[in-house]
């Protein structure tokens, strides 16, 4: 091939080659595809590499690849916002939605969780910023369908109309290239070249039909073995009528195949075809057994609405009223203030933002309703009062993300009389209007392909025609096939609509099934809540069977139970039995007997005198403190869930504590206690909504044992839980309950670090501990020491080079007069740990000039038998005067104690006494936040002030 200069002629016989070699190996394949596309330059290599992912289609190079011709068939534009509002039942969400909608508000009384559903999903589109309304399908259809006709150049709109054949540039993407090619004067005239064309387009089909039959071949001996089983069993009356109900809507719509010819036959451009806006409303019901489980099913939120009353303050539990048919059903009072609730959805907001940290953070608007409840001379007041309150709680942290309505004042609460708004109320909806609307305000913006959106389109038309909410996933391969969608693209389109929440697919636990309504699966959750709301306030003294007993006090369901809420099933598509393994896979479910599920999140939450019974003194318990957010939601349940389903492979089985007579001891939504099979003892598991607590209580002699089992379970189970919930950084930290908390009912996290607790609030407050008091601590600290030289390893390449190059140093044992010479030379510190440790980074440090032999510099032990308290500036200047720069001081923050000594010992004598110095420099360190103020102070008496800059931007990002 290389003697060879026709180009054709070198390609022709390259892809022969391959195309008979039996398993070509991946570097001959992209070297030959490489040569194939001959002028060796620019952008060669990444054209072979596109070829090669066309030719061997795998994982996420496949799927771009798809969506990338996809797109150059053209694309629309959709600014899609979800929309979620919060707050307390009665608080007028749904009158103020209304009101946004410009539409009446509900005349009779209703509540959300009663009549409506406890969350309704709804899409809006948006004309322009000062006008909402919602469009069926018929419409969005025939918006695309205007649009694309009025990019079509005439002559193609024409030749469309009449029905006749198109010209080469106009026939269908689908058309293949020797059916649209038109051979050109030159081409024919040289017979040669026209055959090595032809050669090559045939070993280019013949290596691509080998490629998919090779990819495809277990693939399709599984599916033919499905296919025969399920061929064998006879297909149920309600799937044959669903199939057959959907064949005559897919042969009988004439007017779905011109829309289909109209956008296979769309003109392609790099510009989108059709900007849409569109909000994804989600109006809760405001109880939180759903904001808990919220994140499990939504990936993102853009905009958050939190309604409240204005009348009520911050301090009061709301009374909660139900009203059905104008009538009032039952009233109780919230278990939480409003200033509860109000962390609680903040807390939800975060959560939610923690899922994908591509887009930009939520935001956040106030809308305070009921202002005819307030007398217009204690407007003023009354609002000052609100503001100060919410600013002392979501500032500075939420200071972007808020939606203010006054930026001179830094006002931020709307007010609203949404039940019944007047001149004044209509004006404020319209600016609330404009300010969600705003384009790039936590908005994602999505190219959609045009046939993947039109699909879409037709795909809800089908089930809005047969009546389901759910469809099977050969449904969705059918209406594909209608639309001239091949099945790699019809699989890609539906992850894709999946990930932008607008359906629900979940192929690794339900791989048959596509819900067709984000709103369908909420019902399902929402049915569940309302019902143990419902049981909840039954008269009292009534009597109530077992089976609700346990579900309303013990949050067990079984598959009959779940039978008796009818809506949304599809039989034989969607039963009880799938939602059970759906919500399992979930973890919202755990089984704990045969066809027993428990829900911990339909449990109630206790106060915090039932919450101190479970604790134990003393400051043994293991804080599990989430710094950069605080505990996510649904983190806690799907964690309990875990410990008490199979997936939890640890050796020891976990199972609620029981009473003697077979009551639960301990079962909350915010403390659950548990027994460990083989221990005798209990473990505690409590959530304060800022941190989890894990306590025990065993003999003395099986503590260590126990507590090194729960602490790994525990971890194994948030791992698996924000993994499930989808969650990007999940992972807390070990710690303590602070002792310096001032008020005994609001605990809160200190960090332990060597021998000294910091305060996770205020890092002014630190203090000595008794690490042998704490029994989980040596635990923790080996595994907190693994993550920390995995980190340490990664950071080690940022530290640059010292000018001379590192003595590498024998560990064997010196003599002592060899162990009082020294060199200029720098020393690896990393060079001679030894096998049985974790490496961690070189550590150059200066060391004492070449003439002198000795030194009469008191060491850090002499130095405490002069003092009794070594100072920090002191110890900062020993630091300052044993490191050479900044640089080599930044590995040693993250080193446990045990590493430190690890390391100092493994150094030979000779340059051993001023690491050890320098080691125990930072072992004696009181906080890191003090010995970097300290080492401040001494780079500034020093007149060092590039290195005081450095060390203040370190402290400022911890």
Request: proline residues 6%.
């Amino acid at each position: 091939a290389q003697c060879t200069s026709d180009r054709e002629c070198k390609q022709a016989l390259i892809l022969s080659f391959i195309s008979s070699h039996p398993a070509p190996s991946w570097t001959l394949v992209a070297w030959a595809l490489y040569m194939t596309e001959a002028d060796v330059g620019d952008g060669s290599s990444l054209r072979a590499l596109d070829h090669l992912q066309q030719l061997f289609p795998t994982g996420r190079f496949r799927s771009k690849q798809i969506y990338k011709q996809e797109m150059k068939r053209g694309h629309i534009e959709l600014d899609l916002d979800k929309l979620l509002l919060f707050g307390n039942a009665g608080s007028g969400k749904t009158c103020s939605l209304a009101a946004l909608l410009g539409v009446d508000p509900p005349t009779i009384r209703r509540s959300t969780p009663v009549m409506k559903r406890p969350i309704e999903v709804m899409f809006v589109d948006v004309d322009g910023k000062k006008q909402w309304k919602k469009r069926i399908l018929d419409q969005l259809r025939d918006v695309v369908a205007e649009v694309i006709k009025s990019r079509m150049p005439r002559q193609q709109s024409v030749v469309q109309s009449s029905g006749g054949p198109a010209s080469p540039d106009q026939q269908s993407p689908h058309t293949t290239a020797s059916q649209s090619a038109q051979p050109t004067p030159e081409k024919t005239n040289n017979s040669t070249s026209k055959n090595l064309k032809h050669k090559v387009k045939k070993v280019w089909a013949r290596i691509r039909h080998g490629a998919r039959e090779r990819e495809s071949s277990s693939t399709s001996e599984a599916a033919g073995k499905s296919t025969a089983s399920s061929e064998e069993k006879p297909r149920t009356r309600e799937r044959q009528v669903a199939e057959g109900r959907l064949d005559s809507l897919l042969l009988s719509s004439a007017v779905d195949e011109g829309f289909v010819h109209l956008i296979n036959s769309a003109p392609t451009s790099l510009e989108p075809i059709l900007q849409l806006k569109q909000f994804l409303m989600l109006d809760s019901g405001g109880q939180p057994e759903l904001l808990e489980m919220m994140p499990v099913f939504l990936r993102c939120a853009s905009k958050f609405v939190y309604v409240l009353k204005l009348h009520e303050s911050l301090d009061e539990r709301a009374m909660i009223r139900y009203f059905k048919d104008g009538k009032l059903v039952w009233e109780y009072p919230a278990y939480l203030t409003n200033e509860g609730t109000l962390r609680l959805c903040v807390r939800t907001m975060r959560s939610l933002n923690n899922k994908n940290p591509d887009i930009p953070p939520a935001k956040m608007m106030f809308l305070a309703t009921h202002r005819d409840m307030v007398a217009d001379e204690q407007l003023p007041g009354v609002l000052d009062t609100l503001h100060k309150r919410l600013r002392e709680i979501l500032l500075p942290q939420f200071r972007e993300q808020l939606i203010y309505c006054d930026t001179k004042r830094d006002d931020f609460v709307f007010t609203l009389n949404a039940a019944k708004p007047e001149k004044e109320d209509r004006e404020c909806a319209e600016r609330i209007r404009e300010c969600l609307s705003e384009v790039g305000e936590g908005g994602r913006e999505v190219k959609v392909p045009l046939r993947w959106y039109a699909l879409y389109l037709k795909l809800l038309e089908v089930a809005n025609e047969l009546g389901k909410k759910v469809l099977p996933r050969d449904m969705w391969q059918k209406v594909a096939e209608s639309m001239e969608i091949d099945g790699e693209s019809c699989g890609e389109a539906l992850n894709f609509f999946d990930g932008l929440n607008m359906l629900f697919y979940f192929p690794d636990l339900l791989p048959q099934l596509v819900f067709m309504e984000p709103q369908m699966l909420l019902d399902k959750v929402s049915e569940l809540v309302e019902e143990t709301y419902n049981m909840r306030q039954g008269k009292k003294g009534q009597a109530v069977p077992g089976e609700k007993l346990r579900f309303r006090d013990h949050g067990e369901v079984t598959e009959k139970f779940l039978g008796k809420f009818e809506s949304h099933y599809e039989p034989p598509l969607f039963t009880p039995k799938e939602l059970v393994t759906l919500l399992k896979g979930l973890l919202v479910f755990a089984e704990m007997s045969e066809d027993v599920y428990f829900m911990p999140c339909l449990l109630q939450v206790v106060a915090w005198e039932v919450v101190e019974e479970h604790r134990v003194s003393g400051g043994k318990a293991l804080a599990l403190h989430f710094p950069d957010s605080g505990p996510l939601m649904g983190t806690f349940c799907s964690t309990i869930a875990f410990l008490l389903s199979n997936e939890n492979s640890h050796p020891c089985s976990w199972k609620v504590a029981q009473k003697k007579e077979g009551a639960p001891k301990c079962l909350h939504r915010n403390v659950i206690k548990f027994t460990v099979s083989d221990y005798a003892g209990t473990v505690s598991f409590i959530d304060h909504f800022t941190h989890f607590e894990l306590h025990i209580r065993t003999a003395k002699e099986h503590e260590a044992e126990l507590w090194k089992l729960a602490h790994d379970a525990v971890f194994a189970g948030l791992k698996k839980a924000g993994k499930t919930i989808g969650y990007t950084n999940n992972t807390p930290v070990p710690a303590i309950v602070c002792p310096a908390h001032p008020h005994p009912a609001k605990p809160h996290p200190a960090s332990v670090k060597k021998g000294v607790w910091t305060c996770s609030i205020d890092s002014e407050k630190f203090g000595d501990i008794d690490e042998d008091s704490i029994p989980w601590l040596t635990l923790c600290t080996s595994t907190s020491a693994e993550s920390a030289t995995s980190a340490l390893s990664s950071s080690s390449s940022a530290v640059p080079p010292t000018s001379q190059p590192p003595l590498s140093v024998s560990t064997a044992p010196t003599s002592s007069a060899t162990a009082t010479t020294t060199t200029n030379t720098p020393v690896s510190a990393c060079s001679t740990v030894s096998s049985t440790t974790a490496s961690v980074p070189s550590l150059s440090l200066s060391s004492p000039p070449a003439s002198s032999t000795t030194t009469n510099t008191p060491t850090i032990h002499e130095k405490k038998k002069e003092d009794d308290v070594v100072s920090d500036r002191d110890l900062a200047v020993i630091a300052r005067d044993r490191l050479t720069d900044w640089e080599n001081l930044q590995p040693f923050l993250g080193l446990s104690r045990v590493q430190k000594k690890e390391i100092t010992n493994s150094y030979p004598r000779d340059y051993g006494k001023q690491k050890r110095e320098c080691l125990e420099v930072w072992k004696e360190e009181r906080g890191r936040g003090a010995t970097y103020r300290a080492l401040i102070s001494a780079a500034e008496e020093a007149r060092d002030q590039q290195l005081a800059d450095n060390i203040r931007d370190m402290l400022e990002k911890t």
